[in-house]
């Protein structure tokens, strides 16, 4: 992680406004989509209490015209965040390639000609080609995540109840850290890893069909063709694996989403019940925190697909 980490900030510095603005911009996103929620629990709830009051004076076209106003918005900051970052993710994929290339031309000459093959060819490529997840699938998604959600614990604190929002946010957190799936940082990502045994597997039953004829002579063939199904076997128990944390974080994050919508309930009805704030202010508290679960889904596959990317393994651009 500190290698990618690293490699991030090299590659940040080389669009920084770009990604700065890509960023201000997912965070909006997920604001806008927080308020949403929030505008449309309150209005609703303050649509019902005005009727049951009988009150006919009741401005029905400010909370409508912010609800489309949010959503409108939303659609073409997300429209914007996807242009900026993409573009600015390109643009320094391109300069650090160049910077590579010329990395590689200082190398003394025995180091040069180890990277002439195809193989070292592809290696490097591929490399730079994975370090495009790193600023759209970690990064980026990980620093608008923990912006949005300190908004959104503002919003509530602010809005409904102090305790409401601490209460909400630390249930978050936990659920959140049970969602990851165990994964140990220490240890390769459950994605990544049957992503690895995969190729292997493709790779050895290729080189099997490939090379049949002369296994056979030489009276290898069978011994083969038991490593290929041996890593075809480890490759499902791989695939089973990630299936299996799958199901447990969303069994975790449908129990936390559950959780927090009692409290937010219970802690915002106590308080509108003693006349601290209304019903319409403690129904934002409610509604505003179903758009939580999303952005601790993306977390957590983060976390648990290590990001798409990996750190390189060339070191000369380092």
């Known amino acids: 992680m ?7 900030r090299r590659l940040s510095e080389a669009e920084r406004q770009a990604f700065l603005r890509g960023l201000a911009l997912m965070v909006t996103v997920l604001v806008m989509g927080v308020a949403l929620l929030g505008l449309s629990g309150w209005f609703v709830t303050a649509a019902a209490a005005a009727g049951i009051a009988g009150v006919i004076g009741f401005d029905f076209f400010r909370p409508s015209a912010g609800v489309r106003f949010l959503a409108l918005g939303r659609a073409m900051a997300r429209y914007g965040e996807r242009l900026l970052t993409h573009d600015a993710t390109l643009r ?85 850290n049970a969602g990851s799936g165990g994964h140990r940082p220490h240890r390769p990502a459950p994605g990544r890893r049957r992503r690895g045994r995969a190729a292997g597997a493709a790779r050895r039953g290729a080189d099997l069909m490939r090379n049949r004829a002369d296994l056979a002579v030489a009276g290898a ?5 038991g490593v290929a199904l041996d890593a075809v076997t480890a490759e499902e128990t791989a695939r089973n ?35 601290l704030i209304s019903p319409a202010r403690a129904a934002i508290g409610f509604s505003s925190r179903w758009r939580w679960p999303k952005v601790w889904a993306r977390c957590a596959g983060v976390w648990r697909n290590g990001a798409g990317c990996r750190a390189p393994r060339c070191g000369f651009w380092r």
């Open 2 to 8: 500190i290698a990618l980490f690293r490699l991030a």
């Open 92 to 176: 320094a994929l391109a300069g650090m390639r160049s910077a590579v290339y010329a990395g590689i031309t200082r190398l003394p000459h025995e180091v040069q000609s180890r990277l002439r093959g195809a193989e070292a060819l592809n290696r490097i490529t591929s490399d730079i080609d994975a370090l495009d997840g790193l600023m759209l699938r970690l990064v980026l998604p990980l620093s608008a995540a923990v912006a949005g959600l300190a908004a959104g614990t503002l919003a509530i604190w602010f809005l409904v109840t102090p305790a409401a929002a601490l209460a909400v946010a630390l249930i978050y957190a936990l659920g959140g």
């Open 221 to 225: 063939l069978d011994r083969l063709t």
């Open 241 to 275: 694996r990630l299936d299996d944390i799958e199901r447990q974080s969303s069994s975790a994050l449908a129990l936390t989403v559950g959780t927090a919508a009692a409290a937010a309930l219970y802690l915002g009805g106590s308080a509108a019940e003693a006349g």
